[in-house]
Structure formats: structure tokens, C-alpha cells
């Protein structure tokens, strides 16, 4: 934690949403559920059944690889290249999809379980704990005059609802919603640093998805907090590097310049 210093000059903070500010994981169910429709039904039961493999610790080995969108198949390619042909695994989201594209779900039918999926998170039935802290935390860096905005690739109305729940909505000053990231990254963090008067070295992105939110701001020159929750693997190219979002109080309060 000591590299938490050298956040302590940033006068701008970029949020992902998405397994960077919540610790729920239960909606992950929900999204097999809604893919299972889309499966043949001689196969719903062998693929709800991977599903949980996947989830379960025995499938951590499937994250941090980049695999076919249509097909679900492993595919070697540059680690900082982009295409929309990929997708990089960092989290649930993205493993449920290539479960589900491995049975032929085609993406149109992947989305719209996604869509679904989001929907019942907004819901008020699905409750969310806010990270203990957190809040305050952003607030306290607030009133020494540093800028909180969130850029997430989730629709817009879901990501407010989720945001109301966790008693964050009014404390970053900007959103971008459906981001497309990483392909639009680069032009959001330009954005943002044009618009409060930031130089990179002076900004951090906070995300749990490299080649997202991370690879984006180190080729920008900014720092980074990296919420590595399935890969765990150290990246020293990262300022700080942590394995849960309920570790990410301990370091926006590490970012204080006053003393706790």
C-alpha cells in the first residue's frame, strides 16, 4: 500500500461502476439464468452446469484470456490490441458470455439476457450494500477539491438505479453511460482531463478491467488502481493493485492529503 502515496497529488479520480464500486455477485446467477433461455434445451442443464464450474473457484484459470466473441474459443493475440472480433475475460460478465457463445447463444441473444439481467439489479427486490466508507471517502477528496466522475459501458438507466442504492449518485460530478470501452477510453480520459485542467500524472483511473480502464490510462501516462478480483495477477506496470472493492476505502483514504 505504500504506492498509495503517490495518488496523494491526484486531483482527478476516474470510476468504473461494475465490480469497482459494489462487491455483490449474486446478479451473475441471474445472468446464466437469462442466457439459459437461449440454449437449446437438450443442453440447458450440461451448460447451467459449466456455469457453475466456471463461477466456482476451479474456473479462476479461465480468467485474463482473450477469446473469440462469436465462437467462444481461445485466441492468441497482443495483449494491448483491441478488436471488436475479441473479448478479454476479467470478470463474470465477460466468462458468462463465452460459456454462452460456446453453445451457439449468438450475441444479439447474449445482450438482451445481459439487458434483462441489469434490469433486475435496478429493481428495489435486489438489494446493495454500500462499501463501508466509500462514500465518505469520495467526499472527504471532494472537499479537498479533487473531481469524481464514472465512465461505465452499462445503459444509463440501470447504472443510476444502481448508483441510488449505493448512495453514490450525487457524489461524481460527470458520467459517461454504454462507454464503449476500451475502444472509446482514450477519449473519455482526454475528455475529462481537457475539462478540469489535469495533466495525466495527475489523474487515476479505478477500474477492475485492464485493458478496459487500466492499459487506456498507463498509455496516457496517469495512475492506476487495478481491482483484480479474479486474475490476481501483478501487474507492475499498476500504482496500486487490490483484490476486492471493499479494499478500495483504505486507499481513496491513503489519496488524503489532511490527515484522518
Known amino acids: 500500500m505504500s504506492r498509495v502515496n503517490q495518488l496523494k497529488d491526484?486531483?482527478?479520480?476516474?470510476?468504473?461502476?461494475?465490480g469497482t464500486v459494489y462487491g455483490e455477485t449474486e446478479h451473475f446467477q441471474t445472468y446464466a439464468d437469462e442466457l439459459t433461455r437461449?440454449?437449446?434445451?437438450?443442453?440447458?442443464?450440461?451448460?447451467?452446469?459449466?456455469?457453475?464450474?466456471a463461477l466456482a473457484e476451479s474456473g479462476r484459470s479461465l480468467y485474463g484470456k482473450v477469446y473469440a466473441r462469436d465462437t467462444g474459443e481461445v485466441v492468441a493475440v497482443n495483449d494491448g490490441k483491441q478488436s471488436e472480433a475479441h473479448m478479454h475475460v476479467d470478470d463474470p460478465w465477460g466468462l458468462l458470455q463465452v460459456k454462452a457463445a460456446v453453445y451457439g447463444v449468438p450475441e444479439e441473444a447474449r445482450n438482451q439476457a445481459f439487458l434483462a439481467t441489469r434490469d433486475?439489479?435496478?429493481?428495489?427486490?435486489?438489494?446493495?450494500?454500500?462499501?463501508?466508507?466509500?462514500?465518505?471517502?469520495?467526499?472527504?477528496?471532494?472537499?479537498?477539491?479533487?473531481?469524481?466522475?464514472?465512465?461505465?459501458?452499462?445503459p444509463e438507466p440501470d447504472s443510476r438505479s444502481i448508483l441510488t442504492k449505493l448512495q453514490l449518485i450525487d457524489v461524481f460530478e460527470d458520467f459517461v453511460f454504454r462507454a464503449k470501452k476500451p475502444f472509446e477510453t482514450l477519449n473519455h480520459f482526454r475528455r475529462w482531463l481537457d475539462k478540469y485542467d489535469v495533466a495525466p500524472e495527475f489523474a487515476v483511473s479505478?477500474?477492475?478491467?485492464?485493458?478496459?480502464?487500466?492499459?487506456?490510462a498507463i498509455q496516457l501516462g496517469m495512475k492506476t488502481v487495478y481491482v483484480d478480483?479474479?486474475?490476481?495477477?501483478?501487474?507492475?506496470?499498476?500504482?496500486?493493485?487490490?483484490?476486492?472493492?471493499e479494499e478500495l476505502t483504505a486507499v481513496l483514504l491513503g489519496s488524503l492529503k489532511s490527515p484522518l
Not at 10 to 18: E, N, P, S, T, Y
Not at 125 to 140: S, Y
Not at 231 to 242: C, G, L
Open 10 to 18: 491526484c486531483r482527478l479520480f476516474i470510476f468504473d461502476l461494475d
Open 38 to 53: 437461449f440454449v437449446p434445451q437438450d443442453k440447458q442443464q450440461q451448460f447451467q452446469q459449466e456455469v457453475m464450474n
Open 229 to 245: 478480483r479474479y486474475i490476481r495477477e501483478p501487474r507492475p506496470d499498476v500504482t496500486v493493485q487490490v483484490n476486492h472493492p
Open 120 to 154: 433486475w439489479m435496478a429493481a428495489e427486490a435486489f438489494a446493495m450494500r454500500p462499501l463501508v466508507g466509500f462514500r465518505e471517502a469520495l467526499l472527504r477528496l471532494k472537499a479537498e477539491g479533487r473531481h469524481m466522475v464514472l465512465a461505465t459501458n452499462s
Open 206 to 216: 479505478v477500474g477492475d478491467h485492464y485493458r478496459n480502464e487500466i492499459l487506456p
